[in-house]
């Protein structure tokens, strides 16, 4: 089993960045794909991002591409979200996932969260 911790959620303004990192603990972070997932309040929980166990692929759900970039760090067991040009909409609890494969969409293992809040 993995354990995986979020960090670096918070308040910015529209147009401001953020990057969320989820440190990973288990020696075998390297064989998993990764993704992150957020939650707004009264909506379900959604696929936000996702990347292979190389870093090779990518995934992105439609309305973040071209704004937000799911990347890690093998060595340092660490999973990063850089979520530039955020927008009111892109508020919600982060989580990031251990995924039941890239293409799935899927989580199996989660993290407990992070607070991400944009102020118009």
């Known amino acids: 089993q993995v354990q995986l911790v979020e960090s670096g959620g918070g308040l910015v303004q529209a147009g401001g960045s953020l990057r969320l990192s989820c440190a990973a603990s288990g020696r075998t972070f390297s064989s998993y794909a990764m993704g992150w997932f957020r939650q707004a309040p009264g909506k379900e929980r959604e696929f936000v991002a996702g990347i292979s166990w190389s870093g090779e692929m990518t995934d992105y759900v439609d309305s973040v591409k071209g704004r937000f970039t799911i990347s890690r760090d093998n060595a340092k067991n660490t999973v990063y979200l850089q979520m530039n040009s955020l927008k009111p909409e892109d508020t919600a609890v982060y989580y990031c996932?251990?995924?039941?494969?890239?293409?799935?969409?899927?989580?199996?293992?989660w993290g407990q969260g992070t607070q991400v809040t944009v102020s118009s």
């Open positions: 996932a251990v995924l039941n494969g890239l293409g799935s969409r899927r989580g199996v293992y």
